[in-house]
């Protein structure tokens, strides 16, 4: 289980804490909830107050609290708290209105079946994307993504093609917050995040590769929402034996390319 400060909204909250409008137990009670994941679905007052960093009779009133709304419940025999289906009448508003996901899924369908892997659209969430969408070729030996998970803004393709098409105000943010939480390796996280905008400036697209064993390597391509002006990135996930060559760059990444062409035309954005 790992604390959640680096995938808080924001990089700090000490600026909002100082505006006397800022609803303090608000935010923790939703850090509370973020403590909750696919490897952590099940967590005791103990637990959430270690992930958090919240003293733990205040995360015991904060839970007691969410469960009495109906967005945690309480499991007597493990003494443990999990989350309702209560958080989903949340979500749904957000997704329904990303026509985006709509408008993409055929065509990331297709591009998963021709790549044999796995194509996802992901947003921002702090120091990670989550995923929005995503579409698997089942026969692929590739991990299957849920809609929700979330991935390493600093080490993920889908990170690095996020921040190379962010506003460089926005970019110098992440960067710094990225360089907080691991100051030993800033300037090796700078470096990788040059390449990145080098590579995303000349082809338009970034890569990571996974040099383990069984190794995930992915390609990604950012857009902005017109309509919000928020960037969304999709990625094509492939895993190593599956790719000849060259091909991610060769044949994967200029379909990615293409499909993100063809979404933006059919939202209007062309």
């Known amino acids: ?7 808080a909204p924001d990089e700090g909250r000490a600026v909002f804490e100082k505006d006397p409008q800022f609803a303090y137990t608000l935010a923790r009670g939703l850090d509370v909830l973020r403590a909750f994941d696919a490897s952590a679905p099940y967590l005791s007052n103990r637990e959430i107050a270690a992930s958090t960093g919240i003293p733990r009779p205040t995360v015991a009133r904060l839970t007691r609290t969410l469960a009495m709304l109906g967005y945690l419940r309480y499991q007597a025999e493990t003494t443990r708290y999990h989350l309702t289906t209560a958080m989903l009448r ?19 369908q297709q591009l998963a079946d021709f790549a044999h892997g796995a194509v996802s659209l992901g947003m921002r969430d702090g120091l990670d994307l989550v995923l929005v969408e995503s579409c698997i070729d089942n026969s692929a030996d590739t991990a299957r993504p849920d809609m929700g998970a979330s991935r390493d803004i600093a080490t993920t393709a889908l990170g690095r093609a996020y921040v190379s098409a962010s506003a460089e105000s926005e970019r110098a943010d992440i960067m710094a917050a990225l360089c907080d939480r691991t100051p030993a390796a800033a300037k090796e996280l700078r470096a990788e995040f040059e390449r990145a905008l080098a590579q995303f400036r000349k082809k338009g697209f970034c890569t990571a590769l996974d040099t383990s064993r069984k190794g995930i390597h992915a390609v990604a391509v950012p857009m902005e929402l017109v309509s919000t002006g928020d960037i969304v990135v999709f990625n094509c996930a492939v895993a190593s034996f599956n790719l000849r060559g060259n091909r991610l ?11 993100v062409q063809r979404v933006e035309t059919e939202l209007g954005h062309r």
């Open 1 to 7: 289980m790992r604390a959640r400060a680096d995938t």
């Open 90 to 108: 949340l979500v749904h508003p957000l997704l329904a209105q990303l026509s985006v996901r709509r408008v993409a899924r055929p065509a990331m």
């Open 249 to 259: 760059e060769e044949e994967i990444a200029p379909r990615l390319l293409n499909l």
